[in-house]
């Protein structure tokens, strides 16, 4: 499974803008790149994906580099709920590819009032 | 509508002791995955399911690990002779067709807690 590395925190203050890096120099052309996060006891939420084109939805957007090598969740204002794990994974969703998420250890996101 | 749901919510055993984790999936839903997640790590992934046929177990970390899900809706994840290092919070998630590259949708878990 290819792998992904992220800082193990962040910090944000309530309403600015938060980018969530994540490196994953070994992508290949198959892999989407999927985010989820795990608020306190509870189990992971499906937030954005996406394969080469930057993606918004009503949660996030996703921009991905060029050479798929990197990619930023961004949370346009942080607010005290989106305290929680952030978790990328690639997922290869090729004939033969494995179905399951494979998470890492995510970026614990801590927002300040 | 309703979201995966496990029971029970919590679980303490004693060392040695059998135990059963129910997933009750999304309604419709034809993939469904078992995680374990120890203290402070991120999900491990345990088994997989497509309706009732089992295709991946890779993830079972001996044979005192052992899932079913008979009729292709509720699964059961159980565990015989219980040992200290099971305790974790045991996760489920559906999906409505894993090939389509569909989002997991998780229940909040089951935290096992073994003396």
């Known amino acids: 499974d290819a792998k992904t590395t992220q800082p193990n925190s962040m910090e944000s203050n309530e309403e600015e803008p938060v980018h969530l890096p994540c490196n994953h120099s070994?992508?290949?052309?198959?892999?989407?790149i999927h985010w989820y996060r795990q608020l306190p006891s509870q189990g992971p939420e499906y937030v954005i994906h996406g394969l080469t084109s930057n993606v918004n939805n009503r949660m996030a957007s996703l921009a991905i580099a060029e050479d798929r090598k990197s990619s930023t969740l961004i949370l346009h204002r942080a607010t005290l709920r989106d305290a929680a794990v952030y978790y990328c994974i690639l997922r290869d969703v090729s004939q033969g590819g494995s179905e399951k998420l494979v998470f890492g250890k995510g970026t614990k996101l801590t927002v300040n009032p | 509508g309703a979201g995966v749901s496990q029971s029970p919510r919590y679980k303490v055993a004693k060392r040695g002791q059998d135990v059963a984790l129910r997933c009750d999936p999304i309604s419709g839903h034809v993939s469904l995955f078992w995680y374990q997640q120890a203290l402070g790590q991120g999900p491990e992934f345990l088994t997989y399911f497509q309706n009732e046929a089992q295709l991946d177990k890779s993830g079972l970390p001996s044979d005192r690990f052992f899932a079913e899900r008979p009729e292709g809706s509720v699964s059961t994840l159980k565990i015989q002779r219980t040992q200290q290092e099971d305790s974790a919070v045991y996760l489920c998630a559906s999906s409505p067709n894993v090939a389509t590259n569909e989002k997991l949708f998780f229940g909040s878990g089951t935290q096992l807690s073994v003396l």
């Open positions: 070994t992508i290949s052309g198959t892999d989407y």
